[in-house]
């Protein structure tokens, strides 16, 4: 693993306010950005974090493109030990600056290498196995992202910190996805809600994308490894104490407590 990427493995252990990287370390694009962050990776394991098991995909909907600024989506990681299961609870002091993210994940079937023609939202379905209700816990870790470049959060993992799934819908076929509500909930009102057709038109274009983009890399997504679409909400970033619950229709509720060390 290169030098660079030592604080950003330390960062994870410790978040924050990492300032990033000195000019002369800056990825000259994002396919350098990618490589990096598949490095990153193979650093995060080695302290402790377990295998890369999913991906999340961030900027797919038009609520945080705007947000972020990007125009475009972006990827990262999510290591095994950030994986958590219909709830989340944990002391917010665990974070620089957390948010939360109300998506849809899905899970791969089967392998999906390179076939001669880009995936599409229709050829990439039945690669799919379940579907779930997901919570993106995302961690602003940095002195100020907004001076950061988009290559340099790409190889951080744009933000991944953890994520909250909810019970596998095998027999989603039936499901509409496009047409999913997704509502978060902090401390009992609703701050937000979305559509997954806010996801690229339709969830699976995210899916699509992050195929596509990972096989131009020479990294194929493999079969058993989960995949966070995009957030259908704006991120919330939280306090201490704050109790969130996200409803999604037809794939359930997942929620978190971030609590206050005194509670």
């Given at each position: 693993m290169q030098d660079s990427l030592r604080?950003?493995?330390?960062?994870?252990?410790?978040?924050?306010?990492?300032?990033?990287?000195?000019?002369a370390e800056q990825p000259p694009d994002e396919a350098a950005a990618y490589r990096?962050?598949?490095?990153?990776?193979?650093?995060?394991?080695?302290?402790?974090?377990?295998?890369?098991?999913?991906?999340?995909?961030?900027c797919t909907t038009p609520i945080m493109q705007k947000y972020m600024s990007i125009d475009?989506?972006?990827?990262?990681?999510?290591?095994?030990?950030?994986?958590?299961?219909?709830?989340?609870?944990?002391?917010?002091?665990?974070?620089?600056?957390?948010?939360?993210?109300?998506?849809?994940?899905?899970?791969?079937?089967?392998?999906?290498p390179s076939i001669g023609q880009p995936y599409d939202s229709e050829n990439?379905?039945?690669?799919?196995q379940?579907?779930?209700?997901?919570?993106?816990?995302?961690?602003?870790?940095?002195?100020?992202?907004?001076?950061?470049?988009?290559?340099?959060?790409?190889?951080?993992?744009?933000f991944q910190s953890a994520c909250v799934l909810g019970p596998e819908i095998a027999d989603w076929q039936n499901i509409d996805l496009a047409g999913l509500v997704g509502h978060t909930i902090v401390?009992?009102?609703?701050?937000?809600?979305?559509?997954?057709a806010d996801i690229m038109g339709h969830p699976l274009n995210a899916l699509a994308w992050l195929a596509n983009n990972l096989n131009d890399l020479g990294h194929p997504l493999k079969a058993g490894e989960f995949i966070l679409l995009g957030s259908?909400?704006?991120?919330?970033?939280?306090?201490p104490g704050d109790q969130i619950v996200m409803q999604n229709s037809e794939?359930?509720?997942?929620?978190?407590?971030?609590?206050?060390?005194?509670?």
């Open positions: 604080p950003l493995v330390e960062n994870r252990l410790q978040p924050g306010p990492w300032p990033g990287f000195a000019p990096l962050q598949f490095e990153l990776h193979t650093g995060l394991t080695e302290a402790g974090f377990g295998k890369r098991v999913g991906w999340k995909i961030g475009h989506p972006c990827s990262g990681g999510v290591m095994a030990r950030s994986v958590h299961f219909d709830h989340f609870e944990g002391p917010y002091t665990d974070f620089n600056h957390v948010g939360v993210e109300c998506e849809i994940a899905v899970t791969l079937g089967r392998d999906l990439i379905r039945s690669a799919v379940n579907c779930r209700a997901a919570m993106e816990i995302v961690d602003d870790r940095y002195a100020d992202f907004r001076i950061l470049t988009t290559e340099t959060m790409i190889v951080d993992d744009f401390n009992g009102a609703e701050v937000g809600s979305g559509q997954g259908m909400v704006e991120c919330q970033w939280l306090s794939l359930g509720e997942i929620s978190a407590h971030f609590y206050k060390i005194t509670e």
